[in-house]
C-alpha cells in the first residue's frame, strides 16, 4: 500500500496563477483534509470531505475550492494564487471503523511557493 | 473556540534527561486529544491518543481536565526522539477534524 500520496512534491507558481494539488489514498477510508503548515501556525485545515461528492470548509478555506469526485482522490485548487498561499500542503485520510478511529494518515506535503 | 497550545517552539534536553512537552487546550466538552510526530524528512504520524492510555517509544500523556492539559513526558530522552511535536484535538463526533497546536521542535543533545 502506498498509503497516501500527494503530487506535485514541489511547486513555483506567479501571483495569479492556479493550479491542482492531487491527493490519492489507496485505504479505502471514507474522510479526506487538506491542510496548510505555515511556521509558528502548526496545521491548519483548510477544506475536507466526508465521502465521495461531499465537501465542506475548514478553518482556512479562502482562496481555495475542492472536489471529490472519487472516493480515493481529492483534489485542492488555487484558482488565483497569491503570495500568502506559500505554504507546504498536507492531505490526511482517516477511516471510520473503531479500529483506527481517529488516525489521520499523512501524505508527503506539497512545497508551495508563490512569488 | 476550539484551540490547541503549546507554549514552546523550542526544548533542548540532553540524552537521557526527562522530557516533558506541554500542551493545553481550550474546548466546551470532551475532546479527543492527540499527539503527532513529524521526525526529519518522513510523514507527520500519530504518536499517542489519550483514549488509547498507551506509552509508544517511551512516551506517555495524561488528560488532565481540570487544568486542560495533555503534556507529553519521557522519562530518559534518546536521540532518535529528536522530531517536532504537535497536539491536537478533535471533537468525538462528526468528521474528525484536528485541531493542531503550534508544534514545538524538540532536539536531544548528545
Known amino acids: 500500500n502506498a498509503g497516501v500520496t500527494q503530487t506535485p512534491k514541489f511547486r513555483v507558481l506567479k501571483t495569479g496563477q492556479s493550479m491542482t494539488l492531487l491527493c490519492a489514498q489507496d485505504?479505502?477510508?471514507?474522510?479526506m483534509y487538506w491542510y496548510r503548515q505555515d511556521p509558528g501556525m502548526g496545521l491548519r485545515l483548510i477544506h475536507y470531505?466526508?465521502?465521495?461528492?461531499?465537501?465542506a470548509k475548514g478553518e482556512v478555506p479562502d482562496g481555495y475550492n475542492v472536489s471529490r469526485l472519487k472516493k480515493q482522490n481529492f483534489l485542492l485548487g488555487l484558482e488565483s494564487a497569491a503570495p500568502s498561499q506559500t505554504s507546504v500542503y498536507f492531505c490526511?485520510?482517516?477511516?471510520?471503523?473503531?479500529?483506527?478511529?481517529?488516525?489521520?494518515?499523512f501524505g508527503p506535503g506539497t512545497r508551495l511557493t508563490v512569488t | 473556540a476550539q484551540r490547541v497550545t503549546q507554549p514552546e517552539k523550542l526544548l533542548s534536553v540532553f540524552k537521557g534527561a526527562p522530557v516533558e512537552l506541554k500542551c493545553n487546550y481550550s474546548?466546551?466538552?470532551?475532546?479527543?486529544l492527540f499527539w503527532y510526530v513529524q521526525y526529519s524528512r518522513q510523514r507527520l504520524q500519530l504518536l499517542l491518543r489519550?483514549?488509547s492510555r498507551e506509552s509508544i517509544k517511551g512516551f506517555t500523556a495524561d488528560l488532565n481536565k481540570g487544568e486542560t492539559s495533555f503534556h507529553l513526558k519521557k522519562p530518559f530522552a534518546q536521540e532518535e526522539d529528536s522530531a517536532m511535536y504537535y497536539c491536537?484535538?478533535?471533537?468525538?463526533?462528526?468528521?474528525?477534524?484536528?485541531?493542531f497546536g503550534q508544534g514545538t521542535r524538540l532536539t536531544i543533545n548528545p
Open positions: 485505504m479505502n477510508h471514507e474522510y
Open positions: 491536537a484535538l478533535s471533537s468525538p463526533q462528526g468528521a474528525q477534524k484536528l485541531v
Open positions: 470531505s466526508v465521502g465521495e461528492g461531499t465537501t
Open positions: 490526511a485520510s482517516s477511516s471510520l471503523t473503531s479500529g483506527s478511529i481517529y488516525e489521520q494518515y
Open positions: 474546548y466546551s466538552g470532551s475532546p479527543e
Open positions: 489519550h483514549i
